[in-house]
């Protein structure tokens, strides 16, 4: 029972963690990305899409990596080359990827609202907690041992000393945009061929700005990011248990679905008290 | 002597219109301590910063170590041994000391940090020149003083034998100054040449070996400061002689008013009193300011602190700046026929250049700017027989007035402020300047996390007493 509930934990948790440590390279090194959902969404439907037309969800995964290295790096180059609003770029690519991506499906498919379905084999079924473990544990050690970690920390709190020291934190920037991008669309990616089988519309459903929350409710520190992307997956699975359980009051579904969301909003504006935001966050 | 440290020969270097740096020459020994002095523009950081290449020169060259060099940017200066401590320190709060220091000393992102060598090396350093730190607090944790020798330990850590400081006195209080011109001097010792950037004389006498005079972007004299008076070096520093300021005060009787100007919670001040606020910065003026604000009547002046961005409009005109705090005085049709003359009589009055009210407050000097900010704050629409303008208001706020300016501004703005008080009007005085405050105050209050810890009055103005209390020491 314990294994089971902690086993769906993880799973819907995955997205989750992947999208919000993208969230933390990216604000760790001072640039605010709110594109998270976007991005997000370009790794689900890219994923799902080349894993329909090669078989192979490992290809499709590639290729989400590809596209989201791609957003990433248009982000980096809206806000650093032609230094546009951060929020304004960043909602613009959300924008964009929410009207794309049924464009795309119906030239694909002639529907605007899915993927045709993955077979089984076509699918993940454990690997990308696998990759998540070690992304993980990658991101972790960044911050903590290695010098490219401290240059994205500082060109988050004081690119000025970073400069100084004789590092570009604009070179930082564009480095940690990118991973960003790849890690919010590998996110995305195991929605669409981990936790489900094929694309659908909404199928996001705000996970980018939850991961956003959980950033924030983590304090911008990888560890306890990851914690609370765990304490968010547990809402969620709260809620998909209580829709399925033989309740003797009957609740409206929406009021269910609603739990997570609600308890981002509760989190977010009661229990984070003093936010530590990066000094130099979105400047 | 010993050897030649760096050599800049006729460097020029000019922004757009301004010519910063003419001709500059300098020369610094090894192991001496260099003082570059000069007023503000003078164009002492932009040499500067040719040096340390941040900025490159037109033309002229740059020998260090007997060896011609041009840096394409900083950090090849910082491996030839050049190193700057900015006047705003380059750490960053939330980090360690020790991940400060280490910031930028390995080119390969993805090595680790050598946490054991690195701290061995810093701890070495740190004890052999005197500067104790402990490597694991957040740097926001340390004073200010702590910090400037984190920013110090930076520069050791990379092996630079030649360090810039850039006003590096300007945030510390009496003590700390003097700890630190002891670790100057240690640094010395052990063969490190230092270039020191500063306008306060006093410490040019107190511990420069030699020192280069800055004018208008020139140089115009290389001293040893220990031949020179205070009043000799400053009078090279501006060009020609100074008239000082005159101040009725010691022949006058200390006659005390009860008549209050303005109650604060803390304390009064008096008609006819100037009330000096000391203390280093942020350690409770804010607040005292803030007090002062709310209680703020239509007959009172302010100088705030940040000019440029409290009491200017830098792309509007003279006139509309000074419409901003003196539109109550005027009717509700605000006629530039009937204003204008008036802001003419300020510009003429404080010898505002140039003296034409349309042009854009950013098109002036900083000196000039700070008149024309204490001018306005001066004048006030006279309402009886004498048509005096400038009678000025019955509380006047100071906070760092003479940030920033030359001597001869600052000169005027003090004669200024004095009148304010012979008149029999109150001023409040708020500057880390203690030298000003010396010369100004009839009363002063010391600030100390936040509290008034010590009151001197006039006859018992004593510099090291008041520098200890800034530094929260009990002086008995």
Partial sequence: ?283 | MLGVALELRKISKQFGQVLANHKVDLKVHVGSIHAIIGENGAGKSTAMKILCGFYHQDSGEIIVKEKKVRWPSPKEALASGIGMVYQHFMLAGTHTVFENIVLGTIDYPWSLIQKKEARLKIEKLSKYYGLALDLDVNVEKLSVGEQQRVEILKLLFRDTDILILDEPTAVLSPIEIESFFGQLRNLKNEGKTILLITHKLKEVKAIADKATIFRDGKTVAEITPADFSIEAMAELMVGRKLVGISDNRNNREEEKSSEVIISLPDFKVHAGEIVGIAGVEGNGQRTIIDQTLKLRTADSGMLPEKRLEEALMLGASLYENFLLTKWRQFSWWLSPKIIMPYVKEVLSRFDIRPLNANLIAKNFSGGNQQKFVVGRELWSLSRDLTKDNFKGPKFLLACQPTRGVDINAMEFIHQRILEQRDRGHGVLLVSSELDELLRLADRILVLYRGKIVKEFKRSEFNETKIGLAMAGGSSS
């Fill in chain 1, 1 to 283: 029972m314990i294994l089971s509930w902690a086993m769906s934990i993880l799973r819907v948790s995955t997205p989750l963690i992947f999208a919000s440590l993208g969230g933390l390279m990216s604000e760790r090194s001072g640039v605010i990305n709110i594109a998270l959902e976007g991005l997000m969404l370009i790794g689900a439907f890219t994923a799902a899409v080349v894993a329909l037309m090669t078989h192979s969800p490992y290809l499709g995964l590639m290729a989400a990596i590809v596209a989201g290295a791609l957003g990433g790096l248009f982000y980096a180059f809206c806000v650093l080359k032609l230094k546009a609003n951060q929020i304004i770029s960043g909602t613009a690519i959300n924008l964009l990827a929410m009207g794309m991506i049924p464009l795309i499906l119906k030239i694909l498919y002639g529907s605007t609202g899915a993927t045709p379905n993955l077979e089984m084999n076509e699918r993940f079924l454990s690997f990308p907690l696998v990759l998540l473990v070690f992304i993980c544990a990658l991101i972790f050690a960044l911050f903590k041992y290695t010098h490219l970690g401290l240059w994205i920390s500082f060109s988050g709190e004081h690119p000025d000393a970073l400069e100084s020291a004789g590092i570009s934190s604009d070179k930082i920037r564009w480095f940690a945009l990118t991973c960003s991008g790849i890690l919010a669309s590998i996110g995305g990616a195991s929605v669409s061929i981990y936790l489900s089988s094929g694309y659908s519309r909404n199928m996001i459903g705000g996970r980018g700005f939850m991961s956003l929350a959980a950033m924030i409710l983590g304090r911008w520190r990888p560890k306890t990011t990851v914690l609370a992307c765990l304490f968010f997956g547990l809402c969620d699975v709260i809620q998909m248990r209580l829709q399925s359980a033989n309740l003797s009051i009957a609740l409206p579904t929406q009021l269910i679905q609603i739990i997570p969301y609600l308890m981002t909003l509760i989190v977010l504006t009661g229990l984070v008290g003093k936010s530590i935001a990066p000094k130099a966050l979105g400047k």
